[in-house]
């Protein structure tokens, strides 16, 4: 909480009254399946209305009946042609919703919501969370943050006709070179692809010794 949300001061993400507000609201609420960056998700499909962007992935996820968190910003409440009140007032009927200040940050609230929900608990954004990973004390935490980020980050890959958006499969193993006594897995990149930060490589070398 303290390295990685609050990064020593407060106001450069939110207020403190802020922060332990949405602390208290966390704490009132069972835990959380996925947390989602309502604007930073609004934003994905510049082409497409913001509110209905959000509402699509919203009512998705809403069908697996999932406990969902929608973390947003308080201008996203105020009628625009980008943000329609009906569309606003659907997702708040199918998840629960916390705006905070516009000058706010959101980062520091979606992983405080993640971490306190448990393992079990993914979210939903297209920021690649390097400011937060910079305030941790020592590289070993560093790589910590990072292994946690790649099984929990939910990344959308596509959004198809009729409101389908395609998620990035998060792996069940960890990408790191491993070995059974005899043999080794390297995973690797082909042709250096470039990819985000809770992205894997999906190649891996083979290798097994001869007898």
């Not at 922060?19 to 309502?38: A, M, R």
């Not at 998700?41 to 809403?62: D, N, W, Y």
């Not at 499969?169 to 082909?190: A, C, F, K, R």
């Amino acid at each position: 909480m303290k390295d990685v949300i609050d990064g020593g001061d407060q106001y450069k993400k939110t207020t403190p009254w802020e922060l332990k507000t949405f602390e208290k609201f966390v704490k009132s609420c069972p835990p959380f399946d996925i947390v989602i960056d309502g604007l930073n998700v609004a934003k994905m499909f510049p082409k497409a209305r913001e509110s209905q962007v959000l509402l699509e992935l919203v009512s998705q996820l809403a069908k697996q009946n999932l406990r969902l968190l929608v973390l947003g910003r308080k201008h996203m409440l105020k009628k625009s042609s980008r943000w329609r009140k009906d569309e606003m007032e659907m997702v708040q009927k199918q998840a629960s919703c916390f705006f905070a200040d516009d000058i706010s940050k959101d980062d520091p609230f979606l992983l405080y919501a993640t971490l306190h929900s448990g393992n079990h608990c993914k979210f939903v954004t297209k920021d690649l969370m390097r400011d937060h990973k910079a305030c941790l004390p020592d590289a070993k935490t560093q790589r910590l943050f990072f292994k946690w980020q790649q099984g929990h980050q939910l990344a959308i890959r596509n959004k198809f006709p009729g409101s389908k958006m395609i998620f990035q499969h998060i792996l069940i193993y960890n990408t790191v070179v491993q070995t059974t006594g005899d043999s080794w897995h390297i995973p690797y990149d082909e042709d250096l692809v470039e990819r985000y930060s809770y992205e894997v490589p999906t190649k891996w070398l083979c290798l097994h010794q001869k007898t």
